[in-house]
């Protein structure tokens, strides 16, 4: 089914969903929830094809969601699909007995908890329909535990190679990247893709170079540098929501280019996941979510430390129209790092929602081995005006970052950003860290002498400590940073250190501001509890930062 995503054109609280409304929208979910593809129907009752779901915010979250309106793991209830259950006492006892390169729309495969994790790569390349979407998710246990499925060991099911869904086994590289990929199969038609599936209540690990898999010819093979533990090679549509994502080299990867409107990864929705412990030791190249698509996604995530000693970023993007909201971040070389469309661009360019990013309801935890806290604009440098590379494909438009709290654990930068063709616009945020904040960092890559580094940013009114500083004392900065004279300034934290809500009596409280029209249709209507690790109704927009 489609992300979920407010209009811009709507007045902010048009897009509120009424109660009755959320409910229908939760069984509509329910049915984006389809069932997978057994050769026997489902054995639940058959019921009408529910119409395809509007794109409003989502509906009000219970009090320990942390992803609103996400059903039971059930069969669709479509008549004429398949419901797989898999696991004890089930009709299928192992992953690699389903056929999963001949899912159909309207298909549901269950995966249930065992104590034992499940070892079976998988390739999905369904075609489901807005009204039939093809889910995979996973029934918890007595306790909650989420159904374990573990690259370590796994193994490629031959069915996959022999029926032409990777390729040849010997030579495919998507069993060395991943443990589940979503791709087209080796024996359709080129222009052919996935298309509305969703993926939700799985634990999933493994997927490291230290580790090893039994590929489809029976071949124990390492898994490659660069992968991830769900390699979305194209689709549309496509939902990955309330996993629990580790140990991978990355946890989440989507693909875009420009051979077609097919080969572009479109309207994903990444929400409520649990990522920890993904990245590479000393490699920047590998991130816990690194996603290329035309109008992601991203919500309601909490992003826990990579693994020890990675260099990544927490979240790599470059996306078009990306909305990045309600999640919890903590740590990475940048904990946002929004960047140039490198392997698609003539169709980002050609996209006015390529020029226009919207930050808001986050809380981005940061420290002194972070080089910024958000990176905008580009990373490729060095080109010249007219080139296919580097500073002509930069995002060239506005980064809106509102309602958001950045703490720092020490020092540290917020902003770096690439030139003065990008611009940040960032109000009613709260910027506390334990040591000395700096407005901006230089870019200091060099930038090609077509442009100026460092970019615009103008500040409305955001919550800093006292001793903020433009730049590092070291730093030249071209560029310019504007407003400052609206910044509310303290000496002691105005949040609550845990939960990242203000104090009591805070100046933060009630100082919000208006911000650019341009953002109206983005209202945060909900926020992230970091100490109850839950999703709530934001009652309120008055105080500054990502709760009230």
């Not at 992601?296 to 970023?313: D, H, I, K, V």
């Amino acid at each position: 089914m489609p992300p979920l995503r407010p209009n811009p054109s709507v007045p902010p609280l048009a897009w509120r969903l009424p109660f009755a409304f959320a409910l229908l929208f939760s069984a509509t979910l329910a049915a984006c929830g389809g069932g997978g593809d057994d050769p026997a129907p489902s054995n639940s009752s058959p019921a009408p094809a529910p119409a395809p779901a509007p794109t409003p915010a989502p509906g009000a979250p219970s009090a320990s969601s942390t992803l609103p309106d996400l059903p039971p793991c059930a069969p669709s209830g479509i008549a004429g699909t398949a419901d797989y259950q898999i696991g004890p006492g089930k009709l299928y006892a192992e992953l690699n007995q389903i056929p999963w390169s001949t899912l159909q729309p309207g298909d549901t495969v269950r995966i249930f908890h065992r104590t034992q994790p499940y070892k079976t790569k998988f390739l999905l390349a369904a075609q489901g329909t807005a009204d039939k979407p093809v889910r995979i998710c996973g029934v918890r246990g007595a306790n909650g535990e989420r159904p374990i499925i573990d690259g370590n060991g796994a193994t490629t099911p031959d069915t996959l190679t022999a029926g032409g869904a990777y390729g040849t086994a010997a030579n495919d590289i998507h069993q060395t990247r991943s443990i589940i990929v979503i791709k087209a199969l080796a024996s359709q038609p080129w222009t052919a893709y996935p298309r509305h599936i969703q993926i939700d209540g799985l634990a999933i690990r493994g997927a490291h170079p230290s580790y090893r898999f039994t590929d489809a010819a029976g071949t124990s093979r390492a898994y490659e540098t660069f992968g991830a533990c769900i390699w979305l090679d194209r689709g549309h549509d496509i939902t990955i929501a309330d996993n629990q994502i580790s140990d991978c080299q990355m946890a989440i990867f989507s693909r875009s280019t420009d051979d077609g409107d097919f080969a572009v990864t479109k309207n994903l929705r990444v929400a409520g996941n649990r990522f920890n412990g993904n990245g590479i030791v000393d490699d920047w190249f590998e991130h816990t979510t690194y996603l290329q698509s035309v109008n992601l996604l991203l919500e309601f995530n909490r992003y826990g430390p990579m693994r020890s000693g990675a260099t990544g970023n927490q979240h790599k993007d470059r996306s078009v129209g990306s909305v990045i909201r309600y999640n919890y971040i903590e740590g990475g070389a940048h904990n946002l790092d929004l960047v140039e469309a490198e392997d698609y661009p003539a169709t980002a360019l050609a996209d006015p929602a390529y020029r226009r990013t919207f930050v808001y309801g986050n809380i981005l935890k940061t420290s002194s081995a972070a080089r910024a806290a958000v990176h905008y604009g580009g990373d490729h440098f060095g080109s010249t005006p007219g080139g296919n590379w580097g500073e002509p494909l930069f995002r060239k438009g506005t980064l809106y970052f509102f309602h958001n709290t950045v703490y720092g654990t020490s020092s540290g930068n917020l902003f770096r950003i690439s030139t003065t063709e990008e611009t940040v616009e960032a109000w009613n945020n709260v910027f506390h860290f334990e040591g000395t904040p700096r407005l901006r960092t230089a870019e200091n890559d060099g930038v090609g002498g077509a442009w100026i580094s460092d970019g615009i940013l103008n500040l409305g009114r955001n919550w800093i400590n006292a001793n903020w500083q433009a730049q590092g004392p070291y730093e030249t900065l071209r560029g310019s940073a504007n407003g400052t004279a609206n910044l509310v300034t303290g000496s002691a934290a105005p949040i609550d250190p845990n939960s990242f809500a203000p104090l009591d009596g805070s100046v933060v409280r009630n100082a919000a501001g208006a911000g650019p029209a341009a953002a109206d249709g983005h209202r945060p209507l909900y926020q992230f509890n970091v100490s109850a690790d839950a999703i709530s109704a934001r009652p309120a927009t008055t105080a500054l930062g990502a709760r009230e």
